[in-house]
């Protein structure tokens, strides 16, 4: 037997299906997307359930309602349970009474009974059983509570009439719709999907049909889509009223938490702190000191290998693959892992006390006007340290079109693998006023973050805008068990997928940087492949620095095994041992850099294409390599476009050649950026009729 189980993102889901299935889940991806999917069979049964992903309906509107819908008709489920956060009935109904139009068998799981007990809340079972016409249970999947009874009736086999919850008029429609379509599954649901246009089910279309639905459209005077929805809500304010008794409110120990925590004024710094707390300990304290421990421990066994490879007569181009190529990659991937495992485990205490969901609401109102998650800070703040894990941490934002969004936008805040550039680029050129050019280089990320979430919203994604949390679950203690599962799934999937690119992207830097042409070994570096491309390439860069010059595009190409070597490979090509300022002085290659030039160079490197490590995590949170391109592509076009203008403007100032002709261009680029970002896209969700949108955070 199969069963889905459906319900709004928080309702409890993933806390059933862990009481379920036991620690039996099967975990992946759906197809093509990065959420979750994950299957089990139910302890004791043979029943195979799977999580689908939270949604607040069936409309076609956003992935996670294209996956479940897809599911729901592909896989024919024996039987769906709708789990229902109990608290917050007429946000989760709406779903609910759209399954109800399936001819699949629905068992409504009322969850968080525990809480309405609390907060003295009573909902009359029965009444609502008969309205709705299906099984009811009350259940709370974190005490345990109801599962018994709810496994019990997944065995019964009532049938239940559909209830009627539109308007005698749309009814008599749908009715007829019914009899015209000849495929007998999911009559009723189809007909009002074809009510209102949706665009799946268009093939089934008549001239019948569409004379009924110009008739109602006429006598509604609206599309019907909003009728219908406008229907449903009504339906469920007045299901509500008959069946919630609601006894004065006494305030629960999460209520009193909350004055603080989520205070209006000390809830953000709190949160903050705490975010950097976490920060400063996993990238910080045990990222530094557990970086440099694996990188002497990979150190001395580079030693010893180079020592037995030379005693068998190695040659010295395949001993320098495996300790330059291959040793370097395994030590990039190793050295992220204990900071990755700090890290997901602080945050998955965070998420499992109920304290991130009660956070984000706060976030959201800031976050969702860019369109983007109140969890999205999190990733920017983690990124600060490395943009690996601040990658990684994406996978607590439910919602894929805010998650990939945050995953393409994190690269852009500085890590600290580019603070070396920044401090000797400003410390060279800017002297005294270093401290201010740094200060604006953040400044700069954060008008770069706003900007591309805003252009994306607007642009690439859908904007549909329909997560949010109305009501939140309680404060809870933690159950270590599932937040190490969790941990462990995670840095596995980790290690798989962002390894092996790693791994492979350092033994290609390392090819194109030992080899020349001819493939000629144990060449100077100006004659490797590496310097050839550049010179191919320097003209790319001719705006950002005003010269053709190879010699700072290698090193562009080489800041992409990781950020820290754009400096040593400058040191390397201008053939000093120590580097330092000194690449800037005279008799350097790299001589010609200016103030502005400095400054421009220093911007492309910074929001460029990241390190192939922070790509790879980038590939694997996006789970689609085709988007990773397009993510990377993006961010150096822009990078470019950003420095380009910098340089430009810079440079004319820095001559005294900046004139009229200059304001006219800079007001054309002003116009036309504006015109982008006030470019509005036709909202689609049902939100848009919803009586409580007011109260809820979008
Ligand atoms: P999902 O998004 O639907 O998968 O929801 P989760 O299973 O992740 O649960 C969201 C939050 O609600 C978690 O913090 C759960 O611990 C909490 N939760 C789930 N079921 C109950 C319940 O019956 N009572 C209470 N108080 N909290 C619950
Ligand atoms: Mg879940």
Known sequence: MKIALIGNPNSGKTTLFNLLTGLNAKIGNWPGVTIEKKSGVIKNTNYEITDLPGIYSLSPYSIEEEISRKYVFDENPDVIINIIDATALERSLYLTTQLLELDCRVIVALNMADVLQKKGIKINIQKLEEILCTKIIKISALRGAGIKELINNIKIYNTFNKSHIYDSKIENSINKIQDILQIPPNKRFISVKLLEKDERFMNLETKEIDKIRIELEKYYETDLEETIAIQRYKFIEKLKKETVIKKIKTKTFSDKLDTVLLNKWFGIPIFIIIMFFIYYFSVGVIGNYTVD??????????????????????????????????????????????????????????????????????????????????????????????????????????????????????????????????????????????????????????????????????????????????????????????????????????????????????????????????????????????????????????????????????????????????????????????????????????????????????????????????????????????????????????????????????????????????????????????????????????????????????
């Open 293 to 698: 421990l694996i990188s002497s421990f990979i150190e001395k066994i580079s030693e010893y290998t180079k020592f037995l490879l030379k005693n068998i007569n190695t040659s010295d181009w395949l001993i320098s693959l495996i300790i330059d190529g291959i040793m370097t990659g395994v030590g990039s991937v190793l050295s992220f892992i204990p900071q990755l495992i700090i890290l997901f485990f602080c945050i998955s205490i965070l998420e499992a006390t109920g304290y991130m969901s009660r956070i984000s609401l706060l976030l959201d109102k800031i976050f969702k006007k860019i369109g983007l998650s109140g969890k999205s800070l999190i990733p920017f703040i983690i990124g600060s340290g490395c943009s690996v894990p601040g990658i990684m941490g994406t996978r607590i934002i439910e919602n894929q079109e805010e998650r990939e969004k945050t995953v393409i936008l994190t690269p852009f805040i500085p890590c600290t693998a580019k603070l070396p550039m920044i401090a000797l680029f400003s410390g060279y050129f800017f002297g005294k006023n270093s401290g201010l050019i740094s200060v604006s280089l953040y400044f700069l990320s954060i008008l770069i973050i706003i900007f591309s979430a805003i252009l994306m919203k607007k642009i690439v994604y859908k904007d549909t805008n329909n997560t949010y949390i109305a009501e939140l679950p309680e404060y809870k203690l933690p159950n270590i068990k599932y937040v190490l599962r969790d941990v462990w799934d995670k840095v596995i999937s980790f290690i798989k997928r962002a390894g092996t690119i790693i791994l492979i992207c350092s033994i290609i830097i390392w090819f194109l940087l030992s080899f020349s042409f001819k493939l000629e070994y144990g060449i100077n570096i100006n004659n490797s492949i590496l310097a050839h491309i550049g010179k191919s390439m320097s003209w790319i860069f001719y705006p950002v620095i005003g010269i053709n010059s190879w010699e700072a595009t290698v090193s562009i190409i080489q800041g992409l095994v990781a950020k820290e070597q754009v400096i040593s490979s400058m040191s390397v090509i201008s053939g000093l041992s120590e580097g330092g300022t000194k690449i800037f002085e005279i008799g350097s290659v790299f001589n010609f850099f200016t103030p502005v030039s400095g400054c421009s160079f220093m911007v492309f490197n910074l929001f460029s294409a990241p390190c192939f490590g922070a790509i790879a995590a980038m590939d694997k949170e996006l789970f689609n390599s085709k988007k990773t391109i397009k993510a990377i592509t993006f961010q150096t076009i822009l990078a470019w476009f950003i420095s380009a203008f910098i340089y430009q403007i810079g440079s004319r100032i820095e001559k005294g050649i900046f004139n009229i002709t200059d304001i006219l261009m800079i007001s054309i680029i002003l116009v036309i950026l504006s015109k982008i970002l006030l470019y509005k896209k036709e909202e689609k969700s049902e939100c848009r009729y919803c009586p409580y949108a007011n109260s809820c955070v979008r």
